[in-house]
T-cell receptor, first 111, second 113 residues
Framework: EDQVTQSPEALRLQEGESSSLNCSYT??????LFWYRQDPGKGPEFLFT???AGEEKEKERLKATLTKKESFLHITAPKPEDSATYLC????????????FGTGTRLQVFP | NAGVTQTPKFQVLKTGQSMTLQCAQD?????MSWYRQDPGMGLRLIHY???????DQGEVPNGYNVSRSTTEDFPLRLLSAAPSQTSVYFC????????????FGSGTRLTVV
């Protein structure tokens, strides 16, 4: 069964302390890997789509990368406003109506 | 402001009651979806629509109905509420298709007692 696993579940960083979040997927025939940010009490906000291994995308302090088995969300010199839950999701080429979400990594950045 | 509007934001139902969660978007997106979010389980697809008049089931459709009479609106109906339907419900829309650049609403927090 297709599965998306995110780690760690929670991450506490000091402002400026760079780190990475992991998203492992098990589907064969990946059509797309997506990253979203979710603030408390709000809906997820779209960040990136990655389509193939080796692809990278950047937005401000965030960079998403993709390998054949996992995706990383690198956070460089984070600020307190980067605190949120980060979700990844995969779309299967053979079952395109089923977007599988991970349970997220809750990131807290302290000044 | 352009986006996805969900109403109500909060709702408490008694077991067996029915209700409709409203979702409207003003971005002329063809693709719309309903998800539920439960602690430790991630977002799960309930129903989706690829355009007016076309709907299909997602991962957890039981107990829910949808219709899509216009491009803008995609209401979710709970037929007979059960405590297992206590959750946060999100509506999302996209120009391209599921997952691609989804715009999510702010959610409806539903409690069934």
């Amino acid at each position: 069964e297709d599965q998306v696993t995110q780690s760690p579940e929670a991450l506490r960083l000091q402002e400026g302390e760079s780190s990475s979040l992991n998203c492992s997927y098990t589907v064969s025939g990946l059509r797309g890997l997506f990253w979203y940010r979710q603030d408390p009490g709000k809906g997820p906000e779209f960040l990136f789509t990655l389509y193939s291994a080796g692809e990278e995308k950047e937005k401000e302090r965030l960079k998403a990368t993709l390998t054949k088995k996992e995706s990383f969300l690198h956070i460089t010199a984070p600020k307190p406003e980067d605190s949120a839950t980060y979700l990844c999701a995969e779309l299967n080429r053979y079952n395109t109506d089923k977007l599988i979400f991970g349970t997220g990594t809750r990131l807290q950045v302290f000044p | 402001n352009a986006g996805v509007t969900q109403t109500p934001k909060f709702q408490v139902l008694k077991t067996g009651q029915s209700m409709t969660l409203q979702c409207a978007q003003d971005m002329n997106h063809e693709y719309m979806s309903w998800y539920r979010q439960d602690p430790g389980m991630g977002l799960r697809l309930i129903h989706y629509s690829v355009g007016a008049g076309i709907t299909d089931q997602g991962e957890v459709p039981n107990g829910y109905n949808v219709s899509r009479s216009t491009t803008e609106d995609f209401p979710l109906r709970l037929l007979s509420a059960a405590p297992s339907q206590t959750s946060v419900y999100f509506c999302a829309s996209s120009y391209e298709g599921q997952g691609y650049g989804y715009t999510f609403g702010s959610g409806t927090r539903l409690t069934v007692v």
